[in-house]
């Protein structure tokens, strides 16, 4: 990429030979580049006279090989805040041809992924030569480390003195292709995913306590996937999961620490797809993960950010103040006035109406996306939603609190924090348990209303009958069962998410529940194929999921028939020692249950961490579990931090949770005795076994 031919160019008074570099920076980002100050490839000029334009530039030499010890590594203090330990400076200055050299200038709004510390701008460069996943880096000597290395963004570098910048211009991405027109006939899509939501709803997956009449409502007009997964129960893997289209072994997220255009720049996303088609898209509240991708993915996924910003707020709503009437003691949950305050899911859905109203009166085909984050913590909302449940003591309580029987004991985990239970089969008193579920509930409730509010948009607007309309989460939750509470675990409650789609050109599919398994990514391949959108070829990495198209023909139907035979989760398990943000609460030791000594210290598989702050090289364990329709499967490994998969020849724990006459209705008669070991199940627990390691091996086309 490097052999590109020579184009004389001026700058400054300086003659550069080959500097096509400066051409693509000038196209790519719109001009900026020849408006600075001062703009040369470092190392061109090196040795020729402005006098004498013709003579021959002495050829810089090859960047060195860059130690990894010379990068940071950052780490995150219990309080979330980064961490930074300095490795030895780089004392020589190398030349860095062929970077594009920006004085005055950072880039600082760039997504930063290493900062490095070098002692002049021409070995920062060189470090960032040295790594193919950089594009563009900042010297800035008032800070420490100075160098930060960058991968490629849409976003503006700034004027700044004291900074200078490089960007590495044939390794920009090629810019994006002009979107093609609609397909004719194309429908709307109105794309609503909800935050920690397990299928707690009424009609649709029979909860009869609940209090959901916009849901109930919906559901009586779309198909109910009663099987429907995440493939990571948590927030930012699970968004890069199903927002891009792939898996996690495909995007690399496992934490809060990556996203998937570190990997997948060039990709197509969930909402890009319909952009490349001649859709509006716009999104609001919490769609992406915030800050994984930077910017929600910016004009890569969306249309007009200049008239239609991305907007996801909390608002003085969100928050539980210190105290007051209706306030839980570790501000979990409150009541709170609404003539007082304002929430930002109302916001969310305030804007996701804007967004369709402007779409229908422009007469454009819409991909409308609104996050909701209520059920999150905290359950903050207004006093009304929680006079509509049950008083405290007629909320019922989990039939099983306590941790499974033969359960391995890494498979356990809990939302760190007073409030919660911390400790392994240490329940929380009844009260507590079912004050948080009242208050789980009444979020429900909330975010209800906002969910009406959308849907009924549709009907108003008068594209009900060219609109579908989607309704899902991110991951489910525990609410006291098996002594959870939170995600963060591969069982039944934090993995099945629900997911109810109205399609008004699939009669067959209205008023029905399917066991038919879905993911969460088939998302992207199931609403192109309902709407009529192509879908995308030549992607560098092909998608992670299928259509379920075929499903809304035939409801009924069970794998093979045009459904799946399972669906794959997965989770990771950090100790909690130095490279982890939360620190050890056992007060005791407890008893080795696995090959791996447990103690009262920070390595113990009682009491781990969820790798929230933790790259991919450096987590510990990952589970990995398969759902097929009688059983749930699952397997802890160590983990190999540098191939990134699972060190499948050591075993850490096993589970086998039967699931036979599971209609999806109960929260409670199901994973409560590990069956894994036991002689009745032999047979099952050695052919999931084979199916489970097949199912995630690596795939040839991501090596």
Request: hydrophobic letters at 35%.
């Amino acid at each position: 990429d490097r052999t590109t031919p020579t184009v004389p160019m001026h700058s400054q008074g300086r003659h550069c030979s080959d500097c096509t570099e400066n051409m693509l920076l000038g196209r790519s980002l719109g001009g900026l580049a020849l408006a600075l100050t001062t703009l040369v490839r470092v190392g061109d000029c090196g040795g020729v006279s402005p006098s004498a334009p013709n003579a021959k530039a002495t050829p810089p030499p090859p960047p060195p090989l860059i130690s990894p010890m010379n990068v940071y590594r950052t780490t995150r203090s219990s309080d979330g805040a980064p961490t930074e330990t300095a490795p030895p400076p780089v004392e020589s200055p190398v030349m860095c041809a062929p970077s594009t050299l920006l004085n005055h200038t950072c880039l600082a709004a760039w997504p930063e992924y290493a900062s490095v510390n070098a002692s002049t701008p021409e070995a920062c460069c060189a470090l960032c030569l040295a790594d193919t996943r950089c594009v563009g880096w900042t010297m800035n000597a008032e800070q420490s480390p100075p160098c930060h290395l960058r991968p490629w963004s849409t976003a503006t570098p700034t004027h700044k003195p004291g900074c200078t910048s490089g960007i590495i211009a044939s390794r920009i991405p090629p810019p994006a292709p002009a979107p093609s027109p609609a397909p004719p006939g194309a429908k709307n899509v109105l794309f609503m995913v909800v935050d920690d939501l397990r299928p707690n709803l009424n009609a649709a997956y029979g909860q009869d306590y609940m209090i959901t009449p916009n849901l109930d409502k919906f559901a009586s007009g779309a198909l109910v996937f009663r099987n429907a997964y995440c493939q990571y129960a948590y927030c930012a893997p699970s968004r890069n999961s199903f927002m891009s289209g792939r898996r996690p072994a495909q995007t690399k997220v496992y934490s809060f620490t990556d996203h998937f255009r570190e990997v997948g720049p060039t990709w197509t996303s969930f909402p890009g797809l319909f952009k490349n088609n001649g859709y509006f898209t716009s999104g609001a509240g919490k769609t992406f993960h915030p800050g994984l991708p930077p910017n929600y993915d910016g004009s890569k996924s969306w249309s007009d950010l200049t008239e239609f910003p991305y907007i996801n707020q909390y608002l003085s709503g969100d928050k539980c103040p210190n105290d007051g009437p209706g306030f839980e003691q570790w501000g979990r949950w409150c009541e709170v006035d609404d003539t007082q305050h304002q929430f930002g899911d109302e916001l969310t859905a305030n804007n996701s109406i804007l967004h369709m109203t402007a779409a229908v009166d422009r007469k454009l085909p819409f991909f409308v996306a609104a996050g909701f984050h209520r059920p999150h913590l905290p359950w903050s909302v207004p006093k009304k939603f929680f006079d509509m449940q049950p008083a405290i003591t007629d909320i019922a309580s989990p039939k099983y609190p306590n941790t499974p029987i033969g359960m391995p004991p890494i498979a356990w985990h809990s939302v760190p924090g007073p409030g919660f239970p911390t400790q392994w089969n240490v329940t929380l008193p009844p009260n507590s348990t079912d004050g948080n579920r009242r208050a789980y509930y009444a979020a429900v409730s909330f975010l209800d209303v906002q969910v009406g509010r959308l849907v009924d948009t549709v009907d108003a607007l008068g594209v009900a009958d060219n609109t579908i309309v989607v309704f899902t989460a991110d991951h489910g939750w525990q609410l006291g069962e098996h002594n959870m509470y939170g995600k963060m675990s591969v069982f039944e409650l934090a993995t099945r998410v629900p997911l109810i789609i109205r399609d008004p050109s699939q009669p067959l599919s209205h008023g029905k529940v399917t066991m038919a398994f879905a993911e969460l990514v088939d998302l992207m391949p199931t609403l192109a194929v309902l709407a009529g959108v192509p879908l995308p070829t030549h992607e560098p990495v092909p998608l992670g999921g299928i259509s379920l198209d075929k499903v809304f023909k035939n409801p009924a139907s069970m794998p093979p028939n045009g459904t799946k035979p399972y669906t794959l989760s997965q989770h990771a398990r950090c100790w909690k020692d130095t490279h982890t943000p939360c620190g050890t609460t056992l007060a005791e030791p407890m008893p080795s249950t696995t090959g791996v000594e447990a103690g009262a210290g920070p390595h113990d598989l009682h009491d781990m961490c969820d790798c929230h702050f933790v790259k991919p090289a450096d987590i510990d364990f990952m589970g990995m579990s398969i759902r097929v329709p009688s059983f749930r499967y699952t397997e802890w490994h160590p983990w190999n931090g540098t191939a990134l998969e699972p060190v499948w020849e050591q075993l850490t724990g096993i589970e086998l949770y039967p699931h036979l006459n599971d209609d999806g209705t109960s929260f409670d008669d199901f994973e409560n005795v590990n069956v894994a070991g036991e002689p009745e199940y032999a047979l099952v627990q050695k052919g999931l076994a084979q199916l489970l390691r097949q199912a995630f091996a690596p795939d040839p086309e991501l090596d």
